[in-house]
Each structure stands twice: as structure tokens, then as C-alpha cells.
């Protein structure tokens, strides 16, 4: 089992910059692909981006491409989200969860934490 806690998120600029932090607890964590979803207001939760176990692929939504990166430290168990270039619309939840594969998917959801970019 994992479970997750996610931090760093905050209020910013269009423009601006923030990087989000996951931290794992669980002995199966380097097991997983981890990746990142978010939720804005009355709107359903979409993916962002996810990282496969090794940290040696990574792939993104169409609208975060190019600005944002997804990187682990399976030593430290902790996944991360660097957030460029933000918009107002990637204001949401950010959440991460990790890819248990088969019939299960992405679980371990954390309790999210809040990105809001002003215009």
C-alpha cells in the first residue's frame, strides 16, 4: 500500500513558476508509475502527467506539454511537478496517485493541494 501527501502549491502570477512534492510512504513505492491529476472547480478530474518506475520516461496531457516536468526520487520516495509558464486555467487541486496497473489503475489518492494562478 501507498499513500501520498502532497504539498508546495500556492498562489502565482500567470507567468510564474511553482513545483509541487509528493511523499510516499509505502515499501512498493519505486514499484509504481506515479503521476499527477488535477481537478478544478465543477469540473472533472484530469490527468497531468506521470513518470514510469525507473524515472526514465515521462508523459503529459496536450495542455501542460512543453511547461511542465515530472521527476522522482525513488530514494526519497517522492515524486514531484514542476509547473512553468502557469495559466490561469491550470488553476485547480493538484493531486498524486500512483499506477497500480491491471484492473485497479491510478490509486492512494492524496488529499491534493490547492494551485491558483492569478491573470
Known amino acids: 500500500q501507498v499513500q501520498m501527501v502532497e504539498s508546495g502549491g500556492g498562489l502565482v502570477q500567470a507567468g510564474g513558476s511553482l513545483r509541487l512534492s509528493c511523499a510516499a510512504s509505502g515499501r512498493t513505492f519505486s514499484s509504481y508509475a506515479m503521476g499527477w491529476f488535477r481537478q478544478a472547480p465543477g469540473k472533472e478530474r484530469e490527468f497531468v502527467g506521470a513518470?514510469?518506475?525507473?524515472?526514465?520516461?515521462?508523459y503529459y496531457a496536450d495542455s501542460v506539454k512543453g511547461r511542465f516536468t515530472v521527476s522522482r526520487d525513488n530514494a526519497k520516495n517522492s515524486v514531484f511537478l514542476q509547473m512553468n509558464s502557469l495559466k490561469p486555467e491550470d488553476t485547480a487541486v493538484y493531486y498524486c496517485?500512483?499506477?497500480?496497473?491491471?484492473?485497479?489503475?491510478?490509486?492512494?489518492w492524496g488529499q491534493g493541494t490547492q494551485v491558483t494562478v492569478s491573470s
Open positions: 496517485a500512483a499506477d497500480f496497473g491491471g484492473t485497479t489503475g491510478w490509486g492512494s
Open positions: 513518470i514510469r518506475w525507473s524515472g526514465a520516461y515521462a
